[in-house]
Structures are given as structure tokens and as C-alpha cells.
């Protein structure tokens, strides 16, 4: 199945990309996308337990993913 | 009775006072984060904000709605810009009312508080210097150090 990743600022900087696709294997959790992108170019930049984001919202690495979905790996957050 | 929006223009904060302003309104605050001209001690240019925008959109929302169960009552206009900005232009506004100051000065309180600890938002300070780098609060105690 394929899920998007979206990436931002320092970890999109680190891997050069911002958005990409990945194919992952039926009952794969949103911890396997990271696993992943930590093994891309640059990849290692990421910590192996960032805050992640599933459709949306917040999620844990334990949560499992479905085709279609969103997975956000998400930077320390600096807003205001 | 709440907004919560990101916007790619100047914030008009005497907007969202209007937004929450109404007769039976006995005080409204209004929270502005500005950008600061240093940092560090590293004299700063302007700020570059992005967002997850969607995610961001939604927690923003989240956090409002979180403000009117706490504090039953208040009306929260909250507004993120994000795009580049220099030195003294707003970055969030935050106007809270309510029929009485405590819960509007302490919702206010917490929505800042949240945005800042968990909306996916993001800034890369430009320098005086001309270098840029990405914002990261959880390592600035370390890196704060003499």
C-alpha cells in the first residue's frame, strides 16, 4: 500500500524533500515510516522518535497506517 | 463563538477584538507575539513561519475549544500568520472576552501556552550576519549557555 509523508523544515531541509510516497506492507504503524525516511540521504538528521502526526492529528508510533494515509514527522514545534 | 485561522497577510488585531467584542462583555484581552530584533544575543533580520497547515488549522481549533470548556463562557479569536516577517510585525493574535476579567485573562494564558507547545508551526530566524537557522525551543537552554 502507499501512504504520503510529509516532511518540514529542519527534517525536510535534512532529507531534501517535503513531500513523498511511500510503499509499505499491510499492518505497517506509522514507527515504520520513520524507520524508513531514517534510512534515506540524510535521513539519520531525524531522531528515531519524533513527534508524528497521522491524517492530521497527533499520533503514536504504535499506530498503524492504512493506504491513503497521511503521516506527518514533525519537528519541534516553534510556533508564536 | 471561537476562530481560530492562519493567514499569509498583516494581522489586523483590532479585527479580532471586534470579533469577540459584545454588550455583555465586561473585558477582552488581546495577546500579540511580535518578532523580536535578537536572540540569543544574535541580533535578528525577520522570521520565516511556515505550518502544517491543515494540522494547524486543527489544533488551533482544538486548543480554542479546550479555552470555552475550561473557561464556560469566553469568546477566542485566534489568528497565526505565516510567511516571512521582519522585526516588530505580529506573528499570533490572541483576543479573548468574557464577562469577566480572570477567565479572560487566563484563557488567553492558555492558548498561547498550548499553540506554542503543539501547533505545527515552525520558524528559521535570518540574521544580521546574513546566516538562517531553524528554531528549536527544546535544545535553546543548551545552546543559551555563555
Redesign the interface.
Known amino acids: 500500500m502507499t501512504v504520503r509523508v ?1 516532511l ?3 527534517y525536510a ?1 535534512a532529507v531534501g524533500q517535503n513531500e513523498l510516497t511511500l510503499e509499505l506492507d499491510d499492518g505497517s504503524v506509522v514507527g515504520d515510516v520513520v524507520s524508513r525516511v531514517r534510512e534515506m540521504a540524510g535521513g539519520r538528521a531525524l531522531p528515531p522518535a519524533p513527534l508524528l ?1 497521522l491524517n ?3 499520533s503514536t508510533s504504535a499506530a498503524v497506517v492504512r493506504a491513503g494515509d497521511e503521516v ?1 514527522i ?7 | 463563538m471561537s476562530t481560530a485561522r492562519l493567514t499569509t497577510q498583516p494581522i489586523d488585531s483590532t479585527s479580532l477584538i471586534r470579533e469577540v467584542a459584545a454588550d455583555d462583555r465586561g473585558a477582552i484581552v488581546l495577546f500579540l ?1 511580535t518578532v523580536r530584533n535578537s536572540n540569543e544575543g544574535r541580533p535578528v533580520n525577520g522570521i520565516d ?4 497547515d ?3 488549522v ?1 489544533e488551533m481549533q482544538r486548543i480554542v475549544s479546550e479555552a470555552g470548556s475550561r473557561f464556560s463562557g469566553v469568546a477566542i479569536a485566534l489568528e ?1 500568520r505565516v510567511g516571512t516577517l521582519s522585526v516588530g510585525e505580529t ?2 493574535a490572541i483576543a479573548c472576552s468574557h464577562p469577566h476579567r480572570a477567565a479572560a485573562l487566563e484563557a488567553n494564558r492558555y492558548v ?1 501556552e498550548e ?10 530566524e535570518h540574521y544580521l550576519d546574513g546566516t538562517s537557522e ?6 535553546r537552554p543548551a545552546e543559551a549557555a555563555p
Open positions: 510529509l518540514f523544515a529542519s531541509d502526526a492530521a492529528a497527533y506527518a514533525i519537528p519541534p514545534v516553534a510556533g508564536g | 507575539g513561519y511556515s505550518a502544517y491543515a494540522m494547524a486543527a497565526h506573528s499570533v498561547i499553540l506554542k507547545r503543539r501547533v505545527p508551526i515552525w520558524k528559521r531553524w528554531v528549536d525551543p527544546l535544545r
